[in-house]
């Protein structure tokens, strides 16, 4: 847990680090708009890239793929899908809320942190002290499947689509579903995707792979960096209600979900709890390049993002105290 605590605290410095260089005037808050796209065309597609060549690279070590491991992406795609559908509910029928800051809304309830705090905090508590060194790895292989093969499918073709249903537009264009669909195809993202399955069993040169690993290293410091420029603090307290809402399906019903259906399907204990711990991560950051690409509420996916950081100090301890035995 110790390891979680230290990326969370790295990650509110670069939020502030952002803060200041804004209240400074060192760089103004439109550089956040290049840094996005930045992210999107190079950085983003190599993180998707080196995600996909991982997965690959996990289950080569594994001695075979079990039935329980190929159901634990269904779980991802199933807890997501909830999670998006309580938010639409909520943000259509009792928040009333316009376009752009639904389509913040509903990324950042339904999408987790699950690479960047689900490795620490998985590979932390289910450590070779604790539990062998086969479950110990398996709890890895377990991760890789919910967070590379579940949530990041997702995160490049529905999420997209999201973002794009519910980005501005003018009145004189149609949001179809063919339009939003050929959106994702467009997008650097799922490039990376589908050049990642392509060479999923292919060996990649040395140099080629290290280059795409650095970029995809990259994303998260300027992303964080990116949200403390755009996040305006006077809205988090006029938008206090619907933040404190996301929070509670991100961190609060997602865990439960996801929980609840590995236990219908008949996991084992560990499975269970590397699948809760994956389903509680805060709302990944890259929501907030989406929200820059598409023209979706950029503030207010700011102020989600950075606030289901800080209340997972609070719900990630709890959670880790109710992992199954």
């Known amino acids: 847990m110790d390891k979680v605590v230290f ?10 680090l952002g803060s200041v260089a804004r209240l400074l005037n060192i760089i103004p808050p439109t550089a956040a708009g290049l840094l996005n796209n930045i992210v999107m065309t190079f950085f983003l597609p190599a993180l998707v890239f080196t995600g996909i060549k991982k997965a690959q690279d996990t289950q080569s070590k594994a001695a075979g793929l079990s039935p329980e491991l190929l159901r634990i992406p269904l779980i991802a795609y199933l807890t997501i899908g909830v999670c998006g559908l309580l938010a639409f509910v909520l943000g259509k029928y009792i928040f009333h809320m316009k376009r752009p800051q639904m389509g913040a809304f509903l990324l950042t309830s339904m999408f987790g942190s699950t690479a960047f705090i689900g490795i620490p905090l998985i590979s932390g508590i289910y450590n070779e002290k604790s539990y062998s060194k086969e479950v110990s790895s398996g709890a890895l292989l377990q991760h890789t499947f919910y967070s590379e093969l579940g949530s990041l499918i997702l995160l490049v073709t529905v999420a997209i689509m999201i973002a794009s249903y519910y980005g501005e537009r003018t009145h ?5 579903f063919w339009w939003n669909l050929i959106a994702v195809p467009k997008s650097g993202p799922f490039l990376g995707m589908v050049l990642g399955l392509l060479f999923y069993t292919e060996e990649i040169p040395g140099p080629l792979l290290e280059t795409l690993n650095t970029l995809s290293q990259g994303t998260l410091p300027i992303m964080m960096f990116s949200l403390g420029l755009t ?22 019903v997602a ?4 929980l609840m259906l590995a236990r219908y399907m008949g996991m084992s204990a560990v499975t269970q709890g590397v699948i809760l711990l994956d389903a509680a991560t805060p709302a990944i950051v890259i929501c907030l390049a989406y929200a820059a690409e598409y023209k979706l509420d950029r503030e207010f996916a700011s102020a989600c993002i950075f606030s289901s950081f800080f209340f997972s100090l609070i719900t990630l301890p709890i959670v880790s105290n109710l992992l199954p035995r």
């Open 255 to 258: 865990p439960l979900v996801a």
């Open 7 to 16: 990326v969370l605290i790295t990650v509110a410095l670069m939020v502030a």
């Open 172 to 176: 004189s264009q149609k949001t179809s």
């Open 231 to 252: 996040i305006v603090w006077q809205d988090v307290r006029s938008q206090l209600t619907r933040i404190l809402a996301m929070n509670v399906i991100k961190l609060v």
